[in-house]
Every structure is written in structure tokens, then in C-alpha cells.
């Protein structure tokens, strides 16, 4: 089983920049959709951005134009670049396999506060 260990959140002012990194213990190469997640408190978890094996790019209306989502296959790294960070992008977030893929065990997650 692949292990994901999530890292790079912390406290941002609104309109802020983070980049988050996530690294997987495993090979990512055959994985056609990798994903970011995120779950604030009182919430479900849901899917912010993914991205195919071919580069493709998906993203929730929330963070589309602010969010960027990119994958190293080679290093098995998969990244999130969050601009324009608003109040409402503080959560805990994760990464892990989208689409019809299986998930994998979910890492610790890395939290992200968006306030002045």
C-alpha cells in the first residue's frame, strides 16, 4: 500500500500564495487521475483539483483560476499551487488517487489557514 505524506500548509493572509507537496511512497506513474482534497471542519471532504497521467487539469469552481495542480511522475510528487487564497480555502488538505482509481490509505494531511 502507498503512503502519501502531504506537506508546505500553514497560516496565510487572505490573498496569499501556498504550494502544497505531496509525496507518495510508490510509484504514481501508472495512476491515470491523482487528486487534491481538502476538509474543513463540519464538512465532507471533496475534491479541489486532479490531474491526469497526460497532464490534463480539473478544479472545483472554487479555486479554478486561483489553483494549480501538477504531477512529477519521475519523483513521484504531486503539487498544488494555491494563489489568491481566500478564508474559505482553510481546511486540511490531502492528496490521493481521483477518478475511478482505488484510493490509498489517506496521509495526515497538511492544514492550511487562511486569515488576517
Known amino acids: 500500500q502507498v503512503q502519501l505524506v502531504e506537506s508546505g500548509g500553514g497560516l496565510v493572509q487572505p490573498g496569499g500564495s501556498l504550494r502544497l507537496s505531496c509525496a507518495a511512497s510508490?510509484?504514481?506513474?501508472?495512476?491515470?487521475?491523482m487528486g487534491w482534497y481538502r476538509q474543513a471542519p463540519g464538512k465532507q471532504r471533496e475534491l479541489v483539483a486532479a490531474?491526469?497521467?497526460?497532464?490534463?487539469?480539473n478544479y472545483a469552481d472554487s479555486v479554478k483560476g486561483r489553483f494549480t495542480i501538477s504531477r512529477d511522475n519521475a519523483k513521484n510528487m504531486v503539487y498544488l499551487q494555491m494563489n489568491s487564497l481566500k478564508p474559505e480555502d482553510t481546511a486540511v488538505y490531502y492528496c490521493?488517487?481521483?477518478?475511478?482509481?482505488?484510493?490509498?490509505?489517506w496521509g495526515q494531511g497538511t492544514q492550511v489557514t487562511v486569515s488576517s
Open positions: 490531474i491526469t497521467s497526460g497532464g490534463s487539469t
Open positions: 510508490g510509484s504514481i506513474f501508472s495512476i491515470n487521475r
Open positions: 490521493n488517487t481521483a477518478g475511478l482509481q482505488s484510493r490509498w490509505n
